[in-house]
């Protein structure tokens, strides 16, 4: 292997003038790329503790939003009928696969940073590099759950269309969509540790708040305006559009998600990045 | 590989005592307190705010090793936690240039239900060695951590010591052009230590410039080429590790001013090996204590002591003075001639006088320190010549 060329690191103190914005994404990007490889032996090694501390392994990543599905289908099946496109077991296991990439993300990121103090105090990496590999983590349990899916669709005689092609790009929306919030959350509860509490609220009510288990789009009045403002709600959306419903999924309303997602995503990095420096003093 | 370099530009910390505010509780009060008083303009001390460091300067290059010694909260830490860029000077800068490898106490980060081979990996990518060189020094790792036959059980099974050497095994087979050393010299057996240490020592010895804190003035004043003595966040003295550790010891025996017991108190100025300041185990040495009393006797005349510490353990090994010799103090300048038998292992001992006025430990004021290296001897272990004697004999 090659010596790499000594490089200077510099730490200075943080001058008055506000730095350049392209100067930090610069170095954001850079950062990430070199420490990439610390980032998947995280990732690899919640995945392995995973499969060694439990006896279902990855079973687990199926089991919780199979387990919803059986709930909601006797609801929204038999107290109340709920008309969908598709049946509705199927219609809500799609929704509910992808809300639990989401929300377990949030579970387990708001601590990333907290319940990685030791690293944090004594060993210097980009610290995004943290709530960063949760949902790496997540994004296993997602694609594992995927094999549910395809056998309920092959169950109720749902034909796959090419528009299946376009998963990667509604997966990558949600990616960036989740990075944004997590950075926020797991920032936030290192300064503050009431935030972990505020998640499991938060992720309650953003549920029915978003069309996992039934499409908010019949809610009416006042309260509808609001929902409208959610983004997770065309990301799961496009999600049925594709693989359930053989259509692209609605332009305006996913375009937006993905451009919010994308601003979201480089506004928390960047003020994620500039308070880094002192995680280590606070934490 | 040799263009490492350290470098400490006017560095200042600021630190702040008490809690901070860590629930929200607390930030709407502290917002309003914000929004009311202006901002003070970054550097000037506030409420609970004290320096940590204070305008440090040094330079560490290729071939050279810096030992930093100083009491418990002089900034010895805040100074590795810069250089490793875990915290932001609030004034000035450091730079370094080269890979850092830091030799730290990271034991307990390992994963306790991950196997040896697992942390080994992953310590590895924490201390950011790619996987490819781990994989390549893996064997030699496990080889110096001694856990050939347990590299495949789960760190929890582990003891404490077996664990803190394969925390250091991996940092120690880092390919690292600037290295930093934090009281790591004390992982394992003694046995572990002494090859820990070796292996620090051929790195110095490489010309890889390090850095390195640690109260073992021992292993500082044989690792490191050069020392700053720091208290309470200032250079207190700068320059030869063993200026610097006499500087210290002395002000360990006696933190902040002596107490001065007036005009008629013995004063001493010097004490001076009358040989080489190095000698071997068993071999005697002589040294003079030069000093001055008052003229007109009033009063007790003081007495003088001399104290043998060793630097190793910190702790006092020998302590004679004028009064167990049944000696008294000659009016005027007078000199002392000490002769001492340095039954002790090799190591770095440190002669210091001091003046007793009274009866009474507090009246003791510390006069001059001197070192002494010992070296080589007769073989024993221990902290003292018996000058055994072993006969063997058959016996049927």
Same mark, same amino acid.
């Given at each position: 292997m090659p010596v790499p060329s000594p490089q200077i690191s510099e730490n200075a103190a943080r001058s008055d003038a506000p730095s350049a914005l392209r100067a930090d994404l610069r170095e954001m990007f850079h950062e990430l790329a070199a420490y990439r490889e610390l980032m998947f032996s995280l990732v690899r090694r919640d995945l392995l503790l995973r499969y060694k501390q439990t006896v279902m392994g990855f079973g687990w990543s199926v089991l919780m939003p199979v387990t919803y599905m059986v709930i909601f289908s006797l609801i929204f099946t038999r107290v109340v009928n709920l008309k969908t496109e598709v049946p509705y077991p199927i219609y809500v296991y799609a929704g509910l696969l992808p809300w639990n990439f989401f929300a377990s993300t949030l579970r387990f990121a708001v601590g990333a940073l907290t319940s990685n103090s030791t690293l944090i105090t004594k060993v210097y990496f980009p610290r995004e590099i943290l709530p960063f590999s949760t949902i790496l983590v997540a994004l296993v349990d997602f694609l594992v759950g995927f094999s549910v899916l395809a056998l309920m669709m092959l169950y109720y005689k749902v034909p796959l269309t090419w528009?299946?092609?376009l998963l990667p790009v509604v997966i990558a929306v949600q990616i960036m969509f989740t990075a944004g919030v997590t950075l926020l959350l797991s920032m936030g509860n290192l300064y503050y540790r009431d935030v972990k509490y505020m998640v499991e609220i938060l992720i309650t009510l953003w549920m029915f708040a978003?069309?996992?288990?039934?499409?908010?789009?019949?809610v009416g009045g006042a309260l509808a305006v609001v929902l409208k403002?959610?983004?997770m709600t065309p990301i799961i959306d496009a999600y049925r559009s594709i693989l359930l419903h053989g259509r692209i999924p609605d332009l305006p309303s996913f375009g937006t998600a993905a451009a919010v997602s994308v601003v979201l995503l480089l506004v928390s990095w960047v003020l994620f990045h500039r308070a880094e420096f002192e995680f280590a003093e606070r934490i | 590989m040799k263009d490492g370099l350290v470098q400490f530009e006017g560095v200042w910390k600021k630190y702040r005592r008490g809690e901070r505010h860590d629930s929200l509780r607390d930030l709407i009060p502290s917002m309003a307190r914000a929004l009311l008083r202006k901002r003070v303009a970054g550097e000037a001390l506030q409420g609970q705010e004290f320096w940590a460091l204070q305008d440090l300067d040094f330079t560490v290059e290729p071939g050279e090793a810096l030992g930093i010694i100083g009491?418990?909260?002089?900034g010895k830490s805040t100074i590795l936690k810069i250089l490793t860029r875990l915290i932001r000077p609030t004034r000035g800068r450091s730079l370094v240039r080269g890979r850092i490898g830091s030799l730290i106490?990271?034991?307990?980060?390992?994963?306790?239900?991950?196997t040896g081979r697992e942390n080994v990996y992953l310590q590895g990518s924490i201390m950011g060695m790619p996987r490819a060189e781990v994989t390549r020094k893996f064997d030699e790792i496990v080889e110096f951590a001694g856990l050939s036959d347990f590299?495949?059980?789960?760190?929890?099974?582990?003891?404490s010591g077996m664990n803190a050497r394969l925390g250091f095994s991996v940092a120690a087979h880092l390919e690292t052009d600037v290295l930093i050393i934090d009281e790591?010299?004390?992982? %394992?057996?003694s046995a572990f230590q002494r090859k820990a240490f070796d292996r620090m020592q051929t790195m110095v010895q490489r010309g890889i410039p390090a850095v390195t804190v640690s109260h073992q003035l021992e292993r500082i004043a044989s690792l490191c080429t050069r020392a700053i003595l720091l208290v309470q966040g200032q250079v207190a003295h700068a320059g030869s590790t063993t200026d610097c550790i006499e500087m210290y010891a002395r002000y360990q025996a006696d933190p902040g001013e002596a107490p001065v017991a007036g005009a008629q108190a013995v004063q001493l100025d010097s004490i001076a090996l009358a040989s080489a300041d190095s000698t071997a185990s068993g071999e005697r040495i002589e040294f003079e204590i030069v000093g001055s009393s008052p003229l007109e006797r009033t009063g007790a005349r003081g007495v003088v002591g001399v104290r043998v510490r060793s630097l190793?353990? %910190?702790?006092?090994i020998y302590a004679c003075g004028t009064e167990t010799h049944d000696l008294e103090i000659p009016p005027g300048r007078f000199g002392l001639r000490v002769g001492l038998?340095?039954?002790?292992?090799p190591g770095l001992y440190a002669i210091e006088s001091s003046v007793w006025?009274?009866?009474?430990?507090?009246?003791s004021r510390n006069g001059p320190t001197t070192l002494i290296r010992v070296s080589g001897g007769p073989s024993f272990t221990g902290?003292?010549?018996?000058n055994s004697s072993i006969l063997v004999r058959s016996r049927a």
């Amino acid at each position: 292997m090659p010596v790499p060329s000594p490089q200077i690191s510099e730490n200075a103190a943080r001058s008055d003038a506000p730095s350049a914005l392209r100067a930090d994404l610069r170095e954001m990007f850079h950062e990430l790329a070199a420490y990439r490889e610390l980032m998947f032996s995280l990732v690899r090694r919640d995945l392995l503790l995973r499969y060694k501390q439990t006896v279902m392994g990855f079973g687990w990543s199926v089991l919780m939003p199979v387990t919803y599905m059986v709930i909601f289908s006797l609801i929204f099946t038999r107290v109340v009928n709920l008309k969908t496109e598709v049946p509705y077991p199927i219609y809500v296991y799609a929704g509910l696969l992808p809300w639990n990439f989401f929300a377990s993300t949030l579970r387990f990121a708001v601590g990333a940073l907290t319940s990685n103090s030791t690293l944090i105090t004594k060993v210097y990496f980009p610290r995004e590099i943290l709530p960063f590999s949760t949902i790496l983590v997540a994004l296993v349990d997602f694609l594992v759950g995927f094999s549910v899916l395809a056998l309920m669709m092959l169950y109720y005689k749902v034909p796959l269309t090419w528009f299946a092609l376009l998963l990667p790009v509604v997966i990558a929306v949600q990616i960036m969509f989740t990075a944004g919030v997590t950075l926020l959350l797991s920032m936030g509860n290192l300064y503050y540790r009431d935030v972990k509490y505020m998640v499991e609220i938060l992720i309650t009510l953003w549920m029915f708040a978003t069309s996992v288990v039934y499409p908010v789009d019949r809610v009416g009045g006042a309260l509808a305006v609001v929902l409208k403002l959610n983004p997770m709600t065309p990301i799961i959306d496009a999600y049925r559009s594709i693989l359930l419903h053989g259509r692209i999924p609605d332009l305006p309303s996913f375009g937006t998600a993905a451009a919010v997602s994308v601003v979201l995503l480089l506004v928390s990095w960047v003020l994620f990045h500039r308070a880094e420096f002192e995680f280590a003093e606070r934490i | 590989m040799k263009d490492g370099l350290v470098q400490f530009e006017g560095v200042w910390k600021k630190y702040r005592r008490g809690e901070r505010h860590d629930s929200l509780r607390d930030l709407i009060p502290s917002m309003a307190r914000a929004l009311l008083r202006k901002r003070v303009a970054g550097e000037a001390l506030q409420g609970q705010e004290f320096w940590a460091l204070q305008d440090l300067d040094f330079t560490v290059e290729p071939g050279e090793a810096l030992g930093i010694i100083g009491p418990n909260g002089a900034g010895k830490s805040t100074i590795l936690k810069i250089l490793t860029r875990l915290i932001r000077p609030t004034r000035g800068r450091s730079l370094v240039r080269g890979r850092i490898g830091s030799l730290i106490e990271i034991g307990g980060s390992l994963h306790p239900d991950l196997t040896g081979r697992e942390n080994v990996y992953l310590q590895g990518s924490i201390m950011g060695m790619p996987r490819a060189e781990v994989t390549r020094k893996f064997d030699e790792i496990v080889e110096f951590a001694g856990l050939s036959d347990f590299i495949d059980t789960p760190v929890k099974r582990f003891s404490s010591g077996m664990n803190a050497r394969l925390g250091f095994s991996v940092a120690a087979h880092l390919e690292t052009d600037v290295l930093i050393i934090d009281e790591v010299l004390a992982v %394992g057996d003694s046995a572990f230590q002494r090859k820990a240490f070796d292996r620090m020592q051929t790195m110095v010895q490489r010309g890889i410039p390090a850095v390195t804190v640690s109260h073992q003035l021992e292993r500082i004043a044989s690792l490191c080429t050069r020392a700053i003595l720091l208290v309470q966040g200032q250079v207190a003295h700068a320059g030869s590790t063993t200026d610097c550790i006499e500087m210290y010891a002395r002000y360990q025996a006696d933190p902040g001013e002596a107490p001065v017991a007036g005009a008629q108190a013995v004063q001493l100025d010097s004490i001076a090996l009358a040989s080489a300041d190095s000698t071997a185990s068993g071999e005697r040495i002589e040294f003079e204590i030069v000093g001055s009393s008052p003229l007109e006797r009033t009063g007790a005349r003081g007495v003088v002591g001399v104290r043998v510490r060793s630097l190793e353990t %910190g702790s006092i090994i020998y302590a004679c003075g004028t009064e167990t010799h049944d000696l008294e103090i000659p009016p005027g300048r007078f000199g002392l001639r000490v002769g001492l038998e340095m039954n002790v292992p090799p190591g770095l001992y440190a002669i210091e006088s001091s003046v007793w006025q009274g009866g009474h430990e507090r009246d003791s004021r510390n006069g001059p320190t001197t070192l002494i290296r010992v070296s080589g001897g007769p073989s024993f272990t221990g902290t003292v010549q018996m000058n055994s004697s072993i006969l063997v004999r058959s016996r049927a």
